[in-house]
Structure formats: structure tokens, C-alpha cells
């Protein structure tokens, strides 16, 4: 059996992070883990083909080369999902579907012409697919209502990716969330009992991407990876001499509760296995909004002070925040705003409430009759969290929050702001623990030996530094504060260079998303005059 496995193409948003990647000579950020670990399920026989959209253009030779399909998709993939499932099936295809928004809503799909549909996780649902497959039945929907065992995935098959078009890597050591936000879907598309993997199974997939050359960064996928910390901790307990033993061959990203600043010892932990960044869902700074919509964990200490000991503790904190909640009072926008820059957050996720499909959230307001259903299936505008119209009627006017939305974008991204707030968060963090070491006179004791890149790595990153520094301290206008801050970070906290440097870098995408949103706002205006954006504000609120 020829199988072609297809990632959708990823409509334009804040997680594609364009410039980012072709700053790093990179085409997209990370590969489609769940479409690749599906591969690894297939018979071994079955000869696999990858086509991964977000990377490279769909070659007629893989349509004619291919007897059956797979797809799979994100519910921000949802067009670009159904229109590949129709031009297969025009081309005669058979068509396999999953991942998370087919399982949400299968309907779509099921129209759209896909004979066979695999809802839920792939380890314990697969073999019902590949047993209908051999009775000769031409079609069906399989799903498996128990969890699977996560003991059981098998290592991802990396080897099926063009590892030079990803800036990361991803892997998964547990799925599901012990936290049940409104809002969220993670608890409906994984449950809320957690499941995991063994520490060994994380190994291997680590041992598995270093055998093929990989370089770059890689990312800890997990919902929540302290949400179990007993978990967490016998992962980082063996991560941690496995990446000494290896020199030290990659740094990391993961997703985390905002709890993690109130564990010193985690923290720790973290930074010793190399974690050099974490993403966290903040939400907002209003207490009772927070309460309203289940995130409790997020008001049990003052935010400020929590995000703060993550940062002062060596970890940089991509913060995502969310407009819209039922219950928000009018200047969230500038509420919000105030804690990024309380912080210093550099890199903020803004996001337009949008309720995913089948959510405690969805189904409240489903019941409430305030889900707009003709917006949601308007081509494009779905589920748009990043400047897209809301699917919902809320508790205050469309116009007030839309405007503050708009606002807090142009606010926090004008680059001189943004670089000012990199700058302070920087010279906050601190030292290394190898810099703090050598400092005191003292022998390096975290264990990690200092990695020599190769040449062509360092290279690559030469060029990527010139670029930025082209881009922010050649011609615009902001371009001597880059050079002193620049010069600053080298002599007040040298060691963070590196970090500081790779922030100013995605500050590139996020001044090319705030241009987009600003005009969407404020068409015709591409000055951006910020006493009409002041008087669109103000008249937002009335």
C-alpha cells in the first residue's frame, strides 16, 4: 500500500511565525507530531510518503504516486482540510481522516467525501481502521470512547521529515489536563485524567532526532508539563544525564501552568535539563474573569510576582492572554497591557475569545443560543483567534472589544516598545548558571559541557544575527536603540546575549502581524495615527 500522510497548510496567524523562519533559512516552525506518530502505527510494509503543506507545495507526482490518503487537521486547518479532501476524492483516492478537528466535527468531513474516519487518538483506534481495511469494507467512522495507554505510542517516525524546513522539533510525553478551563478543549479532545509516557519512551524519541542530525531546538508539546510534577520530574531526572552524556545537544521549549513560579525546585529542574523557554496561558489579569472561567490556578498568588520568579530564575515566558471573556469589564485592553508591561514580558500570544467546538464553553453558550453559527462557517473567518471576527454574541459590544483588541496589538508591538520591554526583561534574568559559576571563581557544576557548533551552524546563526541587525539597526527609525540595548545586554548580562538576540528576531513577525491587524482596523491609514486610533478606542467603549 502507497500511503501519502498530508499536513493542511496553516492559514496565516501568530504561531506561523514567517520571518522567524526564513530568518533561521527555515519554511515553517514545527512538523505535524500526530500525522507522523500515526506513521509509525501502519503496517510496516506500507510504503509512506510525508507532504507536509505548511513546508512545501503538494507535487502532482505525490497525488499520482499515492493509492490512499490521509489527512489530518487543526480546526484553524479546516478549509484548506476540506477542500484536499474533495480534489482527492476527485482524483480517485481513498481518504483517511483524524486529528483533533475531525474528531470535533466529523460532519464536515464525512460531506466533504472521506471514506474513512478515525476520531480520537490514533494507538487504540488505528487497529479498528486497519482490521475494516482488510475485510475489503470501502468506508467507516472508528472511534474508541476508552483513552489510550500512553506506555504503548510508539518513537514518532522523524526519519519521513526534510528536517532543514523546521525551526523545532516537537515531542509529547503525556496528553491530557488535570485543569478544566471553559474555554479550552484539551480536557474534551484528551481527557482530564493525564496519561503518560515512560521516561524511556521520551529517550528514545530524543536519541532517535539526535541520530538523524537534528541541531536546533525541540519542544516539550504537553498541554500542561507540570501538571503531573511527579511525572515531570521523573522525566527531567532522566533527561538530565542524558543530555549531559550527549553534550548538551539541545535546548528546550514546553507548555506549563502558571504555578510553575511558586516552585523554586522546578524551575531548577528545568533550567538544568536545559529549558530555556515556557508558554503559558495567563489569560487575563482580572481575578474574577480568571474564577469565572475555571482558571483557578492562576489566582492563587499575584501574576506579577509569579511571572517575575520564572523569569528571574532563567526562564523566558511566552505569555497569551485572551479578549472577550463573559464578564469583562470595558479597558481589559489596557489591563492586559499593564501587566506585559509590569513584566516585561516580551512575546505575548493576543488572542479574540473563540470558543472551540464541544468545550464546557461551547456548550454554554450553544444552550444560551449566543454561538453564531453562520460566522463559523464562513470560509477563513472560523475560529480566527488572531484577528478574526468572534462566533459568539457577547456580554459586551462586539465593537468595544474588537477596538481594544486592535489597540493592545498596535500598543505592545510598536518596536521601539517591544524592544524596550526585551531589553529590561533581559537584564532581569539571570546569569547562566555556567556565567553565575565562572563569575565566583567556581568550577562549572550543572554539568553541561560547553557545546562547540559545528561550522555551518555557526554560520547560519552569523548570518541570521547580520539579518537581524540589517532589519532592526540598519534603517529604521528605532535603529540606535537597538545597537545601545545591543551593546548593553553584552556588558551588563553577557551570557543571555544569545536569548536576547533570538527575541529581538521574532519581534519581526509580530511588528509584520501588527501591520496586518492595523490595517484591517484602520484601513487606508498605514501611518497608523495614533489620535484616530485613541478617538476608535474611546468610541469603542460608548
Given at each position: 500500500?502507497?500511503?501519502?500522510?498530508?499536513?493542511?497548510?496553516m492559514p496565516p496567524?501568530?504561531?506561523?511565525l514567517?520571518?522567524t523562519?526564513r530568518?533561521q533559512?527555515?519554511?515553517?516552525?514545527?512538523?505535524p507530531?500526530?500525522?507522523?506518530t500515526?506513521a509509525?502505527?501502519?503496517p510496516?510494509?506500507?510504503?509512506?510518503r510525508l507532504?507536509d503543506l505548511d513546508?512545501?507545495p503538494m507535487?502532482?507526482?505525490d497525488w499520482?504516486?499515492?493509492?490512499?490518503?490521509?489527512?489530518t487537521g487543526m480546526i484553524v486547518?479546516?478549509?484548506?482540510l476540506?477542500?484536499?479532501?474533495r480534489e482527492a476524492?476527485?482524483r480517485?483516492?481513498?481518504?483517511v481522516?483524524?486529528?483533533?478537528?475531525?474528531t470535533?466535527?466529523?460532519?464536515?468531513?464525512l460531506?466533504?467525501g472521506?471514506?474513512?474516519l478515525?476520531?480520537?487518538?490514533?494507538?487504540?483506534t488505528?487497529?479498528?481502521?486497519?482490521?475494516?481495511l482488510?475485510?475489503?469494507e470501502t468506508g467507516?467512522?472508528?472511534?474508541n470512547r476508552e483513552?489510550?495507554?500512553?506506555?504503548t505510542?510508539p518513537?514518532?517516525?522523524?526519519?519521513?521529515?526534510?528536517?532543514?524546513?523546521?525551526?523545532l522539533l516537537?515531542v509529547?510525553?503525556?496528553r491530557?489536563?488535570?485543569?478544566?478551563?471553559?474555554?479550552?478543549d484539551v480536557?474534551s479532545?484528551?481527557?482530564?485524567?493525564p496519561?503518560y509516557k515512560?521516561?524511556?519512551q521520551?529517550?528514545a524519541?530524543?536519541t532517535?532526532?539526535q541520530?538523524?542530525?537534528?541541531?536546533?531546538?525541540?519542544?516539550?508539546?504537553?498541554?500542561?508539563?507540570?501538571?503531573n510534577?511527579a511525572?515531570?520530574?521523573k522525566?527531567l531526572?532522566?533527561?538530565?544525564?542524558?543530555?549531559e552524556s550527549?553534550?548538551?545537544?539541545?535546548?528546550f521549549?514546553?507548555?506549563?501552568s502558571?504555578?510553575l513560579g511558586?516552585?523554586r525546585?522546578?524551575i531548577?529542574l528545568?533550567?538544568?535539563?536545559n529549558?530555556?523557554?515556557?508558554f503559558i496561558?495567563?489569560?487575563?489579569?482580572d481575578?474574577?474573569?480568571?474564577a469565572l472561567t475555571?482558571k483557578h490556578?492562576n489566582?492563587r498568588?499575584?501574576?506579577?510576582?509569579t511571572?517575575?520568579?520564572i523569569?528571574?530564575?532563567g526562564?523566558n515566558v511566552?505569555?497569551?492572554f485572551?479578549?472577550?471573556?463573559?464578564g469583562e469589564?470595558?479597558?481589559a485592553?489596557e489591563?492586559i497591557?499593564?501587566?506585559?508591561?509590569?513584566?516585561n514580558?516580551p512575546?505575548?500570544m493576543?488572542?479574540?475569545l473563540?470558543?472551540p467546538?464541544?468545550?464546557k464553553?461551547?456548550r454554554r453558550l450553544?444552550?444560551e443560543?449566543?454561538?453564531?453559527?453562520?460566522?463559523l462557517?464562513?470560509?477563513?473567518t472560523?475560529?480566527?483567534s488572531?484577528?478574526?471576527?468572534l462566533?459568539?454574541l457577547?456580554?459586551r459590544p462586539?465593537?468595544?472589544i474588537?477596538?481594544e483588541?486592535f489597540?493592545?496589538?498596535d500598543y505592545?508591538y510598536e518596536p521601539?516598545?517591544f524592544l524596550?520591554?526585551?531589553?529590561?526583561y533581559?537584564l532581569?534574568m539571570?546569569p547562566?548558571?555556567?556565567a553565575?559559576?565562572?563569575s565566583?571563581?567556581?568550577?562549572?557544576?550543572?554539568?553541561?559541557?560547553?557545546?562547540?557548533?559545528?561550522?555551518k551552524?555557526?554560520?547560519k546563526?552569523l548570518?541570521q544575527?547580520?539579518?537581524?541587525s540589517w532589519?532592526?539597526?540598519g534603517?529604521?527609525?528605532?535603529?540606535?536603540q537597538?545597537?545601545?540595548q545591543?551593546?548593553?545586554?553584552?556588558?551588563?548580562?553577557?551570557s543571555?546575549?544569545v536569548?536576547?538576540?533570538g527575541?529581538?528576531?521574532?519581534?519581526?513577525d509580530?511588528?509584520s502581524?501588527?501591520e496586518?491587524?492595523?490595517?484591517?482596523?484602520w484601513?487606508?491609514?498605514?501611518?497608523g495615527?495614533?489620535?484616530?486610533?485613541?478617538q476608535?478606542?474611546?468610541?469603542g467603549?460608548?
Amino acid at each position: 500500500m502507497r500511503v501519502l500522510l498530508v499536513n493542511p497548510e496553516m492559514p496565516p496567524s501568530y504561531w506561523t511565525l514567517r520571518q522567524t523562519c526564513r530568518l533561521q533559512g527555515c519554511k515553517t516552525v514545527s512538523p505535524p507530531l500526530g500525522l507522523i506518530t500515526v506513521a509509525a502505527l501502519l503496517p510496516q510494509e506500507w510504503e509512506l510518503r510525508l507532504a507536509d503543506l505548511d513546508a512545501r507545495p503538494m507535487k502532482e507526482d505525490d497525488w499520482q504516486w499515492a493509492e490512499m490518503v490521509m489527512f489530518t487537521g487543526m480546526i484553524v486547518q479546516r478549509q484548506n482540510l476540506l477542500n484536499l479532501i474533495r480534489e482527492a476524492k476527485q482524483r480517485g483516492k481513498t481518504v483517511v481522516v483524524g486529528g483533533p478537528y475531525p474528531t470535533s466535527m466529523p460532519e464536515e468531513v464525512l460531506d466533504a467525501g472521506c471514506d474513512f474516519l478515525v476520531r480520537g487518538e490514533a494507538e487504540n483506534t488505528i487497529a479498528f481502521f486497519l482490521d475494516a481495511l482488510k475485510k475489503g469494507e470501502t468506508g467507516g467512522v472508528f472511534q474508541n470512547r476508552e483513552k489510550p495507554d500512553l506506555t504503548t505510542s510508539p518513537v514518532p517516525r522523524f526519519d519521513l521529515l526534510h528536517l532543514n524546513d523546521y525551526v523545532l522539533l516537537s515531542v509529547q510525553t503525556s496528553r491530557g489536563c488535570p485543569f478544566d478551563c471553559e474555554f479550552c478543549d484539551v480536557v474534551s479532545l484528551y481527557g482530564r485524567k493525564p496519561r503518560y509516557k515512560e521516561p524511556r519512551q521520551v529517550l528514545a524519541e530524543l536519541t532517535a532526532i539526535q541520530r538523524l542530525g537534528w541541531q536546533r531546538e525541540i519542544f516539550f508539546c504537553d498541554d500542561n508539563f507540570i501538571g503531573n510534577k511527579a511525572h515531570a520530574r521523573k522525566i527531567l531526572d532522566r533527561l538530565i544525564p542524558w543530555s549531559e552524556s550527549n553534550g548538551s545537544p539541545y535546548s528546550f521549549w514546553t507548555q506549563t501552568s502558571v504555578n510553575l513560579g511558586h516552585d523554586r525546585a522546578m524551575i531548577d529542574l528545568l533550567t538544568r535539563a536545559n529549558f530555556s523557554n515556557v508558554f503559558i496561558g495567563i489569560e487575563s489579569p482580572d481575578e474574577d474573569v480568571l474564577a469565572l472561567t475555571g482558571k483557578h490556578q492562576n489566582i492563587r498568588h499575584p501574576l506579577e510576582e509569579t511571572l517575575n520568579n520564572i523569569r528571574d530564575n532563567g526562564l523566558n515566558v511566552v505569555g497569551s492572554f485572551i479578549i472577550g471573556f463573559d464578564g469583562e469589564k470595558p479597558g481589559a485592553g489596557e489591563r492586559i497591557g499593564s501587566l506585559v508591561e509590569a513584566t516585561n514580558i516580551p512575546v505575548v500570544m493576543l488572542n479574540l475569545l473563540q470558543p472551540p467546538p464541544h468545550t464546557k464553553l461551547w456548550r454554554r453558550l450553544e444552550k444560551e443560543g449566543r454561538l453564531l453559527e453562520g460566522r463559523l462557517h464562513e470560509a477563513g473567518t472560523n475560529l480566527d483567534s488572531t484577528g478574526g471576527r468572534l462566533i459568539y454574541l457577547p456580554t459586551r459590544p462586539e465593537e468595544q472589544i474588537m477596538s481594544e483588541y486592535f489597540y493592545l496589538w498596535d500598543y505592545l508591538y510598536e518596536p521601539s516598545r517591544f524592544l524596550a520591554r526585551t531589553y529590561r526583561y533581559i537584564l532581569a534574568m539571570r546569569p547562566t548558571r555556567r556565567a553565575l559559576a565562572q563569575s565566583r571563581g567556581e568550577p562549572v557544576t550543572d554539568g553541561h559541557p560547553r557545546r562547540t557548533l559545528p561550522l555551518k551552524q555557526r554560520l547560519k546563526n552569523l548570518v541570521q544575527f547580520l539579518a537581524i541587525s540589517w532589519r532592526q539597526g540598519g534603517c529604521p527609525s528605532y535603529r540606535w536603540q537597538y545597537w545601545r540595548q545591543l551593546l548593553g545586554i553584552y556588558r551588563n548580562n553577557p551570557s543571555r546575549l544569545v536569548k536576547y538576540i533570538g527575541i529581538c528576531g521574532i519581534g519581526e513577525d509580530m511588528f509584520s502581524l501588527r501591520e496586518t491587524l492595523r490595517r484591517k482596523m484602520w484601513p487606508g491609514d498605514s501611518a497608523g495615527d495614533p489620535k484616530e486610533r485613541g478617538q476608535a478606542r474611546s468610541q469603542g467603549r460608548k
